[in-house]
């Protein structure tokens, strides 16, 4: 059995434990705000948390999970409040949106760890999140965006 | 995305009225299906939902709730049409903007593109071809709740006026919500007015879109996010080479791997049913099949533009001709030929393509993110042996689409209604591409060749201008080949953008040679404009450079009796600071180009270091006409120009003895943020018929750059994508 804790639940699920976190999120838990784009970590759309660290959950086995906790981006926030929700919008960011998870939840990362990011921190932290629609532009405006809200103290 | 200019004046003679009214009345059912309607949706997460709707038409539904639900005809892809075509009905009802919502329609005649005569989204129409639609649509619901309420308190509707979601007369008030009932029972009036655009309260607005909230919390549905229960999920074996064909399977291994429920050949290839992606995904991995491997095995790219270069070396079909070009060319003071190439591309959306079915004995029903409901509901209903009637197409989120959603054979979508067959009714299966699959599925942009040659006089003016293009036709093979292709020996869509050369030359001669080949192609964002805008603008930047003119000047000159090429070309240069020094390293390129009823012009800002280009800063103009959400359309010029710098600087499919080389982000880039320059957007503010402008932010960016690598270097690009090192 592999026994970890995703947005706060434990869950405890009878799978091969080499099958990606990716399906297993999807597919057993439901949750599809997570994305498949390309299989092999270079599009970053199945980007998650584990223990507070960004993840390509398309080619990280389940049980690198065990024990630990993933945080998907339904687990972001519970009501859209999240300073990183609230810039997306106010800048519209998304065009299709199917990327936008991904971005967001390395976008959180990027936060976390360096609360007012400069335009190469941006690059840096978001590089390996393909956006086809082309938003980079707005995703940079909003993560600045969210910074000031953090700094200004609005955040959660 | 189909012979606008035809289409155009097909949609400008069509009475909207009529359209609007015949979609009235008894219609009252059928917008609810189960799993995907707000209806639906709603009632899951428990929200109030009203028992009692006023429906005037196809395209609004309003509740005694006051929630008004605008049913959208168009997919949402990314472009945003899920905002502007509910402002525009919107407007003219006079909602409140916060109570507004969208739901996507079912496929039915009512909600064909007016101009296309079936549903679909593409060309870069829905909100020109919408306009008139929504707008009367949201017209004639408030002329109905004008005409309820005016009832209600025996005064004349003429004394009524109405404001964010109610209707007025002097000191009273009733909300839409409250006349749902009255309403429902009146007639709609057979003619209503349209606001003078003076009182627009939203179009011309930069909205927000509606969309935006659950694409930021991973609510949004995708046709890969659909589920159903007991759905399994099949993943297929298909041909590693156009036109293979199955000869055997070996499946002992993969039949008995964990969760496999079936392994059966369908006319695509083998499909490896489970119970999920994982599992199938590996058990088809597991699968050893034997592949009659047929005419293309020997295909080779490199040999397929070597026979484009010896074909266009003798005339094409005449398709323009203007004056003498061979003539002229003959005699001119100077002269310059160039051949220009671009490959194979994959519309590579982030979204790999996925079809849902729940195949009945008796009906089926079709989740998916498709461009082409009418088409695919046809073929599904085929595929299924069903009537048409008896099969419905949902239509979700669109991960991206860029024309590879409107497949006209519905390749992804009749796929997973023989999957669901080989399983037998009653059926639930997702299928789901994996990227390679996607990029190796064909239905590519075709490559293209375009020969050109001009000359200049003494004075430096261009005297003739000759295109010879080599490619493969995208119309032949679709719904739309009899109306496009009849009579002539040709495809438009190849030599769109060359044809309608807007520069003053006096002898022009464009040609046309089609190539048969066995790599399917079809339209990709902004379709022959993504290749002939490239040769064009590149070409009359090597004249400008042959007659020792500056590249925005030598433009201008010629296009003096094109305003609004001249409004766009000026807007860029001038925003961008043409005339101003860059440092060293650095330089500037323009393109110009009218494609899908709007007009665009990019400056694009590079350096150049050894054996890489960078482009530092895109300044767009656009000119759409009267336009609906400059936010959008913003959005929507700078991913078409981020969409077109992937393909210049990244992007190519190559063939090696029929196999596809490239098959995934790694051998296919796109590009990235840390690659992405900025990028401003300057919209031409006037009231022209609107334009398109999902696809009309791409053609430029491949020119500008090229240009502007040639501004530094000193070099010609007339091959993408982009490599120093074969620069001329």
Same mark, same amino acid.
């Given at each position: ?24 999120? *999807? ?10 784009? $390309? ?6 759309? $199945? ?64 936060? *976390? ?17 393909? $956006?086809? $629609? ?23 | ?146 005409? /309820? ?30 006349? %749902? ?30 969309? &935006? ?56 290839? %083998? ?11 590996? /058990? ?198 009899? /109306? ?83 409004? %766009? ?111 401003? &957007? ?47």
């Amino acid at each position: 059995m592999i026994d970890f804790s995703v947005n706060g639940k434990r869950v405890n699920l009878d799978v091969d434990p080499s099958t990606p976190l990716l399906w297993v999120v *999807r597919e057993r838990l439901g949750l599809t705000g997570t994305k498949y784009g $390309c299989g092999m970590a270079q599009c970053g759309a $199945c980007t998650v948390h584990i223990n507070g660290e960004a993840v390509r959950s398309c080619v990280a086995p389940v049980s690198r999970a065990v024990g630990r906790s993933v945080t998907t981006i339904e687990g972001l926030s519970p009501d859209l409040s999240h300073p990183l929700q609230r810039a997306w919008i106010e800048e519209d960011v998304p065009q299709c949106g199917y990327c936008q998870s991904g971005q967001l939840m390395s976008a959180a990362v990027l936060l *976390r760890e360096k609360p007012s990011p400069t335009d190469e921190d941006i690059d840096e932290a978001m590089t390996g999140n393909i $956006c086809r $629609c082309g938003t980079y532009p707005r995703i940079r405006r909003a993560i600045h965006r969210a910074a000031e809200m953090v700094a200004k103290g609005g955040a959660r | 995305m189909i012979g606008r200019k035809m289409l155009r004046e097909k949609v400008e003679r069509r009475d909207f009225l009529k359209v609007s009214v015949a979609a009235t009345g008894g219609l009252l059912i059928g917008f609810h299906f189960p799993g995907i309607s707000a209806l639906a949706s709603a009632q899951s997460s428990g929200q109030q939902v009203a028992t009692d709707a006023f429906m005037p038409n196809a395209f609004v539904r309003i509740g005694a709730d006051e929630r008004i639900t605008v049913i959208v005809n168009h997919s949402e892809m990314g472009q945003g049409v899920y905002t502007s075509l509910p402002m525009l009905l919107a407007d003219e009802l006079d909602a409140d903007w916060s109570k507004v919502g969208f739901e996507s329609a079912p496929v039915d005649p009512k909600y064909n593109h007016p101009a296309f005569g079936m549903q679909i989204t593409g060309g870069s129409s829905s909100v020109w071809s919408g306009l008139e639609q929504f707008r009367q649509a949201g017209a004639t619901a408030r002329a109905m709740l004008v005409a /309820a309420a005016a009832q209600q308190w025996n005064v004349d509707p003429a004394s009524c006026r109405t404001e964010s979601g109610s209707v007025f007369n002097g000191t009273r008030k009733v909300t839409y919500g409250q006349l %749902v009932g009255a309403a429902s029972k009146l007639t709609p009036p057979a003619q209503v007015q349209l606001k003078d655009p003076k009182d627009f309260k939203l179009i011309g607005k930069p909205i927000k879109r509606l969309d &935006t909230p659950q694409k930021t919390n991973g609510a949004a549905v995708f046709g890969i996010d659909v589920k159903m229960p007991e759905m399994m999920t099949a993943v297929v074996a298909r041909p590693p080479i156009f036109g293979a064909k199955m000869r055997s399977f070996d499946d002992s291994r993969a039949r008995s791997m964990p969760g496999v429920r079936k392994i059966v050949a369908v006319p695509s290839g %083998v499909a490896v049913i489970a119970d999920s992606f994982w599992q199938a995904k590996t /058990a088809r991995d597991a699968l050893r099949v034997e592949w009659d491997e047929g005419a293309m095995q020997n295909f080779n790219t490199s040999e397929m533009m070597q026979n484009f270069r010896d074909k266009a070396k003798s005339p094409g079909t005449s398709v323009r001709k203007d004056g003498d070009a061979d003539g002229a060319l003959s005699n001119a003071a100077k002269k310059l030929e160039a051949v220009y190439e671009v490959p194979y591309l994959s519309h590579l959306m982030m979204e790999p393509l996925n079809c849902v079915v729940d195949l009945r004995t008796d009906s089926c029903e079709v989740s998916t993110g498709s461009q082409f409901q009418t088409v695919d509901r046809a073929n599904a209903a085929k595929a299924a042996g069903l009537p048409n009637e008896k099969v419905q197409l949902h239509t979700t989120f669109l991960g991206g689409g860029f024309g590879r959603r409107a497949n006209p054979q519905s390749d992804f979508v009749v796929e997973a209604v023989y999957v669901a067959k080989a399983l037998g009714a009653p059926a639930k299966v997702k299928v789901i591409w994996t990227r390679e699959d996607d990029m190796s599925g064909g239905w590519y942009r075709p490559a293209f060749l375009h020969a050109l040659a001009g000359g200049i006089d003494a004075s430096g003016n261009a005297v003739c201008f000759r295109s010879r293009s080599v490619g493969q036709s995208i119309m032949a093979g679709t719904p739309f080949a009899a /109306a496009m292709l009849k009579g002539k020996n040709y495809d438009p869509a190849s030599v769109e953008g060359l044809d309608d050369l807007p520069y003053e030359i006096p002898n022009i001669a464009i040609e046309s040679h089609q190539a048969e080949i066995g790599v399917p192609v079809q339209w990709l964002r902004s379709v022959g404009h993504s290749h002939t805008a490239f040769a064009v603008e590149c070409f009359i930047d090597e004249l400008a450079a042959l007659a020792g003119k500056d590249p925005y000047q030598f433009r201008r000159a010629m296009l003096q009796k094109h305003p609004r090429h001249l409004g %766009v070309l000026d807007l860029a240069a001038q925003k961008a600071g043409w005339d101003k020094p860059l440092p060293k390293g650095m330089g500037r390129g323009i393109a110009v180009h009218f494609a899908f009823e709007s007009y665009s012009a990019h400056v694009a800002e590079v350096s150049v270091t050894e054996d890489k280009v960078r482009v530092h800063r895109m300044v767009c103009a656009i000119d759409c006409g009267q336009y609906v959400n400059p936010g959008i359309i913003a959005a929507q010029v700078e991913g078409g120009a981020i969409f077109g710098a992937s393909a210049a600087l990244f992007q190519e499919l190559t063939f090696e003895n029929g196999r596809l080389q490239q098959t995934n982000f790694n051998s296919f880039p796109v590009m990235r943020i840390n690659e992405c320059p900025q990028i401003e &957007t300057h919209i031409v503010d006037n009231h022209e018929k609107p334009g398109g402008i999902g696809e009309p932010g791409v053609p430029c960016a491949a020119p500008a750059i090229a240009n502007a690598v040639f501004a530094v270097t000193g070099k010609r690009i007339r091959r993408l994508p982009i490599r120093l090192t074969e620069a001329v």
